[in-house]
C-alpha cells in the first residue's frame, strides 16, 4: 500500500541547532515528493519539491533534502534553525492513481517542530 | 494573483446535519482537490475535479460529495455530520489533475460538530 512515514513526531530543538527530519514513502511508480511546512493558524506552504534530477534539492527559507532512491527516503534538513521555523511539517509523495490519470498526494502524519530561543 | 481561497473558515454543525464548504481556486488552475486533516495527522485525499468532471475519490463515505462549477470554484458537501467528521477541510488547486506543477493549498475551513 502507498505511504509515508515521518520518523519523529514531535522535535524540540534550541536556536542554531541542526534540524533532521525523516521521511520514507512507500510507493511504486514515479515518484514527486514535497515537504509542506504549517506554520501555527496558517495554511499549507510549499517547502521545496523534487520531480527529478539533482536528488539534493533546496527550499525556501534555507531548508533543503535530499532524494535517495535506494532508501525510499526524502529527509529534510537545515543547517541551522531558528525560532521562526517552529511549526508542524509533511512529508508527501504524488500517487498517480486509475486510469483516469489524476494525482493525489499522500501526506505523513507529520512532524511538529518546536524550536527555543 | 489572489491564492486558493476557502469558506467560510470556521463552522460548527450538530451531528446529522449538512454542510457545505467552497473553495475558489488559483485564476488559471482548472483542477480542485479536496482533503480532510484530523487533528494530529496528514491530510487525507477525499476528492479531485478537473473540468467539471470527478477525477478522483478517496476512502470517505458516501456522505461525502462535491461538484465543480464552470468558473472552476467548487463545492464539498457532507451529509448526516458525525462527531468524526470534526476536522480541518483543505482544498488545494493545481493546473492540471497530475499535480506535474504542484498543488496550491488553501488555509481550510474548520469543522466542527458537536
Known amino acids: 500500500a502507498q505511504s509515508v512515514s515521518q520518523h519523529n513526531h514531535h522535535v524540540i530543538l534550541s536556536e542554531a541547532a541542526s534540524l533532521e527530519l525523516g521521511c520514507n514513502y512507500s510507493?511504486?511508480?514515479?515518484?514527486?515528493l514535497f515537504w509542506y511546512v504549517q506554520y501555527p493558524g496558517q495554511h499549507l506552504q510549499l517547502l521545496l519539491k523534487y520531480f527529478s534530477g539533482d536528488p539534493l534539492v533546496k527550499g525556501i527559507k534555507g531548508f533543503e533534502a535530499e532524494f535517495i532512491k535506494s532508501k525510499f527516503s526524502f529527509n529534510l534538513r537545515k543547517p541551522s534553525v531558528q525560532w521562526s521555523d517552529t511549526a508542524e511539517y509533511f512529508c508527501a509523495v504524488n500517487a498517480l492513481e486509475g486510469s483516469g490519470g489524476y494525482n493525489k498526494l499522500i501526506f505523513g502524519a507529520g512532524t511538529r517542530l518546536a524550536v527555543h530561543p | 494573483d489572489a491564492g486558493v481561497t476557502q469558506s467560510p473558515t470556521h463552522l460548527i454543525k450538530t451531528r446529522g446535519q449538512h454542510v457545505t464548504l467552497r473553495c475558489s481556486p488559483i485564476s488559471g488552475h482548472k483542477s480542485v482537490s479536496w482533503y480532510q486533516q484530523v487533528l494530529g495527522q496528514g491530510p487525507q485525499f477525499i476528492f479531485q475535479y478537473y473540468e467539471k468532471e470527478e477525477r478522483g475519490r478517496g476512502n470517505f463515505p458516501d456522505r461525502f460529495s462535491a461538484r465543480q462549477f464552470p468558473n472552476y470554484s467548487s463545492e464539498l458537501n457532507v451529509n448526516a455530520l458525525l462527531l468524526g467528521d470534526s476536522a480541518l477541510y483543505l482544498c488545494?488547486?493545481?493546473?492540471?489533475?497530475?499535480?506535474?506543477?504542484?498543488?496550491?493549498f488553501g488555509s481550510g475551513t474548520r469543522l466542527t460538530v458537536v
Open positions: 488545494a488547486s493545481s493546473r492540471a489533475p497530475t499535480g506535474n506543477y504542484g498543488y496550491t
Open positions: 510507493y511504486g511508480g514515479t515518484v514527486n
